[in-house]
């Protein structure tokens, strides 16, 4: 924790700012404080300081508020960390801490320190940091006008004594010359200061301006009495007196600059910028810092914009090399690089040692207590830097570098800042600079492509720029348009400049790779997917998750490939395309590409067991058996991979590398479907089923086009689209007769039964149900799809009003899925509280829904979870809980919102309308029901079960012929289908709007005969 008072009254924890309070009073109590460290101060003069002549009434309790709200202030800075606490001490207080912790505490023991070295240079560096510290005024705008009059002179003072000093220790090294000019703006600002004037006078005449030192004299007598001191230095000019002649000009210090130019449109990097700025605030240690980033990203641009920018804190010179550790170029030695920086230091060459230690000891020595700025660009690797790093307190080496250069973070403290492609924002903007920002602002979404297409690499951006510089008449769109179609890394290049060209850049770093780490890198480009784990490199690599996990190191160091988290990394954009460049001519890639495609499918196999182990799926070959599955202990760690696999799976699917065996991408689709189903990433998993079905059109196994056209037929069915998901659910079953498998058979009959439910075809559905009955009953394996079989028929059975037979059914297919897990149990016993919940039985109903949630939660199927939530909110609604039934639709709907789910949104609003018309909100309840009829239209029982709560409201609003024309077309529908309670229900409200007796009779017998209680949903 760092306090600065000598400037606005600032705090920084771990170089971060910590604010302050808003209030002046307060920080102007704390810059008191602060400069009075570790002494008490009394009540009665921190009042005189705060207030002046004009205390409050209450000036002591006053005081102690704010003492009270410093207090709470360090608290919640930490300061206690640090060992900064405020002690109540007699009639005053006390701020305890270490003063180092305080820049005017710094300040003076820099200032002591300084006069006690006879060594102009030793004494200089001192006086430089001392002076350095000074940011302002004292407490800045935080000082009242009492502390302006009694405490600011005298640190003022202070400060004038450490120039003077300053300037005497510059003028005794020869730097007569530079100081002039600084002098006379000085002493013109304090006239009565004799010492600035004789400072003034002495470097005027050692710069051989002795009539301008006699004037200065003569400037001074006019407004002041001047000193004995004063007078005697103008008798010694007078007759020029040998005494007087200091060493030559330039002799002393010398002070490097050998920055080269930032760029002029440098753009973005606020954040690394910042935390660059945060470096030059720690007092009193060497701050080393490496920036990192794959070739292109911009490091040399970032280190010397900021180079420049932060120059003014090291007076001592800024020292630069190009070390060449990724170049076409020799890379430069730590000796070669010592020479060049001695020299610059003003060591003759003739006196450069050529022993490596001796030149690096003669180095530190040169740079000893100086504030030296040191930027070593394209550093190789750790030992080529650490001769070169400064060692006196205040001075920072800035490192930029595509190795991580882990040495200096672990023996050297360097700080450790990585660079990423820029933000998009940012890269147009670079593209905007260069360019011109009306040819970016005319077509800004191409400009947004363009830079995508860059990778939003800042040196790919700059080479797409420069084309675009030299061709005014190509539109944006059309450069878009060649990227796009031709070999991006080939178009990512000047001819007439090596250095501009990505390919190059990526080159430089991958041609100082180890054989084995750079077969990795080129095998790496066969990943279909955006990110890979150990196990993929290992498998395909053929070598084992130790050695995989340890080439992947040295990757990830070279900055090639980038972290992704724990074990997993990926690709830079560009960085992708040239790893596939590079593993377009290896003679191992076939082999390579066989390995990771036989890994990938064992792997989503293995974890398709864990998720839905009553799953159909097609048999692996026995050949795919060359490389290990990933190992998934459980349900959880196979949900987990599956999601961090998600990208690739489909990559892997919808595009695989050139010379993939078909078959490994559909066994790989067939093994991932029902996590997609799961997860319900439906656009993704509707995409591949598409791929997957058209790269096995030419298989002539009939199980793998049933299970091909059946996953195209089950995601159609997901997204609401039962007329297309039908059409393919009777392929699966031709292909599925055809192939002899009954169980594959009975699924799909399953499968086109519930799309043939939602679109109102009761009769047919329960028939197709009915058929896989027996086909299930073949083989004992098959219990569980015969129990889902009759818990989906016990469904069919409730629309059409035959409750004894489904609950018969429905309770048979319970009792055996609860043997076998609660992976499918949730779901059909949502089933059974329904049927409950018709026949009024809402005590049961409810005790079955939570037993069904429960279930569902272990599954982590969050679509399982919404059906349950609705009935819950219906049992809720008609026990008249009405805050726990919104409870439920809120979280139903929340969901729906991010999914496409019409028929359970349809069904939610249902009931939220009917929460509505319970509290007489009837204009909210009439949106709700139009709403619900719109989202059930593709599906008749939820449309008519929609209208039927429409034209209770209609009703109930007083539009009894609107209420009517709903009920009519719900009763239509329903005697239709055969959907029988809902005919019950939607006759009662018929009749009611008519008046016609006979739809009431009519309605009051079928629930007479059904055995259920009125209600409309």
Known sequence: MQFQVLGPVLAHVDGAPVELSRRRMERCLLGILLLDLGTRVTVGRLTDLLWGDRPPERSKAALQVLVSRLRAWLAAAGAEEYGVRLLTRGDGYVLEGDPARVDAHRFRQLCEQARGVSDPVDRLVLLRSALALWQGPPLGDSATDEVRRVVVPALEELYLVAQELSFEARLALGQHGEVTGELAILAAAHPDRDRLVELLMLGLYRAGRRQEALDAYAAARRENDLGQGLRELHAQILRSDPALTGPPSGAGIVVPALLPPAVPDFTGRQDQLEALDRLTEQPGAVVISTIGGVGGVGKTALALYWAHRARHA????????????????????????????????????????????????????????????????????????????????????????????????????????????????????????????????????????????????????????????????????????????????????????????VRVAFGHSYTGLKPEAARLFRLLGLVPGPEFGVEAAAALAGVDRREATRLLHILTTAHLIEPRGADRHGFHDLMRLYAADQVATDPERDEALRRFYHWYVRSADAAAWLLSPDRLHLPIPDSFTTSEPVALADREQALAWCDMERDGFFAAVTDPPEGTDPEAVWLLADGVRFYFLLRVYMAQALEMAYAALAIARDSPDPRVQAAMHFSVGAQLQERENYADAQRYFDLALDWARRSGEPTAEAIYLIWSGWSLRNTGDLDEAARRYAAALPLFALSEADRDGYAVTQSMLAVIYRFLGRFPEALELITASLATLAELGPHLLGIHTTHLAWIHIDLGRHDEALAHLDAAMRSVKETHRLTAELPILIAMACVHHRLGQHERAGQCLDEVLGHCARMPASGLESEARVVLALLHRTHGRHDEALAEAVEAVRLGGKMPLEQFKARIVLARVLLDTGDRAGSAAQARQAVEGCRTIGYRLGLARSLAVLGEATGDAAHTAESAALHAELEVPHHIF
């Open 314 to 501: 090291y007076p001592d010179g800024q020292l630069h090399i190009n070390l060449h550790g990724y170049s076409a170029s020799a890379p430069v030695s730590p000796a070669e690089a010592l020479g060049r920086f001695l020299r610059a230091l003003g060591v003759p060459p003739e006196q450069v040692p050529a022993d490596l230690d001796e030149a690096a000891a003669l180095y530190r020595s040169r740079i000893a207590g100086l504030q030296m700025l040191v930027v070593l660009d394209n550093a190789g690797y750790a030992g080529q830097v650490r001769p070169l790093l400064p060692s006196g307190p205040g001075s920072l080496a800035l490192i930029t570098s595509r190795d991580r250069l882990a040495g200096l973070t672990a023996l050297d403290g360097a700080r450790r800042l990585t660079l990423e492609s820029l933000p998009v924002d940012e890269a147009v903007d670079l593209l905007a600079r260069v360019i011109g920002a009306d040819r970016v602002a005319a077509d800004r979404p191409a400009a947004a492509r363009l830079v995508d297409l860059c990778g939003r690499l800042p040196l790919a951006i700059r080479i797409t720029a420069a084309q675009l510089a030299e061709r005014p008449e190509l539109s944006l769109a059309r450069h878009v348009e060649d990227l796009e179609a031709g070999d991006r890394l080939a178009a990512l290049a000047l001819p007439e400049d090596d250095d501009a060209s």
